[in-house]
């Protein structure tokens, strides 16, 4: 079915991947900055899942009282390149604690793109902590996903965050595409505010559909998915 936006309460506890998950391997692992914060990526593999084919973790590193001069450190050094920055932070050698604040899941799904079958990673599970939300994680994490794989497919519900992502900011990357799996078929090569034939979004019945473009209530086309290409 399209998209559907979920309007409410979304919690989820972030344990660690790999201590829950049987048969969970990690296959990568990068660290990065965003919004003057340090972090760490960390793809895992995961076998014999009908549900699932792979986790991104992300962890904080918390410096606790040295967060002050981490912040100092990114205000004096804006121009450098990241990956001296990180080495240059990590080289001062103060205790830190690694704190999960971000996770990711997805599965394997193809699609026919011109003539041919491609794979690519479809999202099924994003979850963000309420103090890390606003810091790029999750555009990070799906970049990530994309420059790996090269081809990233949306969930089939999505929050109202999710629902924005897609529209005001993946839609920048690239073309959005919109993918009908019933009939195996692009239904829309671009998707974007001046061409508004396609309504991918169901949007639930509280929600104004003025407010939240491209949604209907009823009308939107079902067996729907949204994609991006490298």
Partial sequence: MAPNIYNGDFH????????????????????????????????????????????????????????????????????????????????????YTLEIVARYSFKNLRLSINGSRKDGKQIKGAYVDDIHNSYGLTSYAYRYLLNTYNLLISDNEQTLDGYGLWLNKISGWSRVLVYDIKTDEIICENLN?????????KLPDELDEIEHPLTKHKECKFYTVLFIMQ
């Fill in 12 to 95: 989820k506890t972030l344990y660690d991947v790999q201590e829950v998950i049987p048969k969970t391997t990690e296959i990568n692992q990068k660290t990065f900055i965003s919004r003057n914060r340090l972090y760490k990526l960390t793809e895992y593999q995961v076998v014999g899942s009908s549900s699932y084919n792979g986790f991104i973790q992300i962890e904080f590193y918390n410096f606790g009282e040295g967060l002050k001069d981490i912040y100092s450190y990114f205000e004096q050094n804006d121009s450098d390149p990241e990956e001296q920055s990180i080495r240059n932070i990590l080289s001062l050698k103060l205790p």
């Fill in 193 to 201: 505010l001046l061409s508004p034939s396609i309504f991918p979004w």
